[in-house]
């Protein structure tokens, strides 16, 4: 945990350092584009995070490995959060160059059901009180869920919508110049590293309260300091 922090916060730092002071202003945005630093990898956790979500409640709905079923479900608050900050900053992006916080398209729309996917899981998790119950059905949810994820990533393709397509997933050349592009990759990593961090903290914590009568917590706590 300690040489997680580490990295998330020299990372953090670095892509702050280059997106806000180094990266020349955009000819067309100004400085108002610098909100793609945290937009953008908030964007791309928000899909990341809820695959991973589904893999391991796939993993636990079919193995019973009761790790991955924490996993999973330490991921969707994390996940969540992501998606509301993807949500927020867009909407705030969205004013000064659309001329309105939200529209009906087709991009902010597939992210906004992810967003309600997320608290679908939440919720459903905690009206369970079995949580190997509760578990499986958050992992039949994450699972019907995931149609949603290339509705969004192929939305700008699929749709004419008024979201920018894609930029740095391009696959002949990204049509971001460099000095932009590499502090967005620092973020996107950074932000990867604090997923972690988040997740397994609350996999650690639900891990104790699902074993909180089991021997080896008990002698753990006996144990002294």
């Not at 509301?84 to 659309?98: C, D, E, H, N, R």
């Not at 988040?198 to 996999?203: D, G, K, S």
């Amino acid at each position: 945990m300690p040489w997680l922090v580490v990295i998330f916060l020299l990372l953090t730092a670095a892509g702050l350092y280059g997106g806000l002071y180094l990266a020349p202003a955009d000819y067309q945005q100004g400085d108002s584009y610098r909100i793609i630093y945290i937009h953008v990898p908030s964007a791309w956790m928000s899909l990341f995070i809820y695959v991973v979500m589904a893999i391991a409640g796939a993993i636990g709905l079919i193995w019973r490995i009761k790790l991955a079923e924490i996993v999973a479900i330490s991921s969707a608050p994390v996940g969540a959060s992501f998606t509301f900050i993807a949500l927020v900053t867009g909407s705030l992006w969205g004013k000064p160059m659309w001329g309105t916080w939200w529209v009906w398209d087709a991009r902010l729309t597939s992210e906004l059901i992810l967003l309600f996917l997320y608290l679908g899981v939440i919720g459903l998790y905690g009206a369970i009180d079995d949580k190997r119950t509760a578990s499986r059905a958050v992992a039949i949810l994450a699972l019907v869920g995931v149609v949603n994820i290339p509705i969004i990533h192929y939305s700008v393709e699929w749709w004419n919508t008024l979201h920018q397509g894609p930029t740095v997933t391009k696959m002949d050349k990204p049509s971001i110049h460099v000095s932009m592009l590499i502090p967005l990759l620092l973020m996107a990593a950074s932000f990867k590293f604090y997923y972690l961090i988040a997740m397994l903290q609350r996999a650690r914590t639900e891990l104790l309260l699902r074993e909180r009568n089991a021997q080896w917590v008990k002698n753990m706590i006996s144990e002294p300091k």
